[in-house]
């Protein structure tokens, strides 16, 4: 399978752990996302990669939360001290990016549930 | 923040009946694209339609993009049971932005 896979698919925590996920892109695509969903929403992003190099971050992501894009292969998102408020669906993406500069099709992972108890 | 907004929140019809689903939008932008969700799956690209494109097919799918009113619909022709799913639209602003913003999408429901 050569699609975006994301690790854990499901994870439970308590209130106050820290979590970690982990996304591995396509191997062409230079650019990742991350989002993340709530129940009956849209996805809201949360930061962008362009290579190893981490070019946004919304207002979304607080200082608790940090991600890393080592190398420009993989990713990881953290979130220490996670609170209820936490808790969604983390979906990473990848995409090309290379024939235009603007924002093309966008290849999803499956996501990451996070419950935090 | 919600860039676009899909209306409506939730469609119910029959198998065979078109479904029509609208997006809002409030800034320019270079394109405008369409994702479909399975219940708690990822997204899926359906289609991507650019700033100076009016109108674009991909088999059953049919998107047109109105930039002077800011707002584009996704039609989707003899429906499926297996078109259930959430449909949401994603707009990119203009101005070089990599950042593709979605909606609260839209509910279809189709019923066998």
């Known amino acids: 399978d050569t699609g975006v896979s994301q690790d854990p698919r499901h994870k439970i925590t308590k209130r106050g752990q820290n979590v970690t996920f982990r996304c591995d892109p396509i191997?062409?695509?230079?650019?990742l996302y991350w989002y993340r969903q709530t129940l009956g929403q849209g996805p809201e992003f949360l930061t962008y990669?362009?290579?190893?190099?981490?070019?946004?971050k919304s207002r979304l992501l607080s200082d608790r939360f940090s991600a890393e894009r080592p190398k420009g292969s993989f990713s990881t998102l953290e979130i220490q001290r996670t609170e209820q408020g936490d808790s969604a669906m983390y979906l990473c993406?990848?995409?090309?990016?290379?024939?235009?500069?603007?924002?093309?099709?966008?290849?999803f992972g499956e996501g990451s549930r996070l419950t935090v108890l | 923040s919600q860039q676009g907004e899909e209306d409506p929140q939730a469609l119910s019809i029959q198998e065979g009946e078109n479904a029509t689903m609208n997006c809002s939008y409030k800034t320019s932008i270079n394109n405008l694209q369409w994702y479909r969700q399975n219940s708690g799956r990822g997204l899926v690209h359906l289609i991507l339609?650019?700033?100076?494109?009016r109108e674009k097919h991909s088999g059953r799918l049919r998107v047109t993009l109105d930039t002077s009113k800011k707002s584009s619909s996704l039609l989707i022709t003899a429906s499926r049971a297996a078109d259930t799913a959430s449909y949401f639209c994603?707009?990119?602003?203009?101005?070089?932005?990599?950042?593709?913003?979605f909606g609260r999408g839209t509910s279809l429901i189709v019923h066998p």
């Open positions: 993406a990848s995409s090309t990016g290379q024939a235009t500069p603007e924002a093309g099709e966008l290849f």
């Open positions: 339609i650019r700033s100076n494109e």
């Open positions: 990669f362009q290579n190893e190099a981490q070019l946004e």
């Open positions: 994603a707009t990119a602003p203009s101005g070089g932005s990599y950042i593709p913003t």
């Open positions: 191997s062409e695509h230079n650019r």
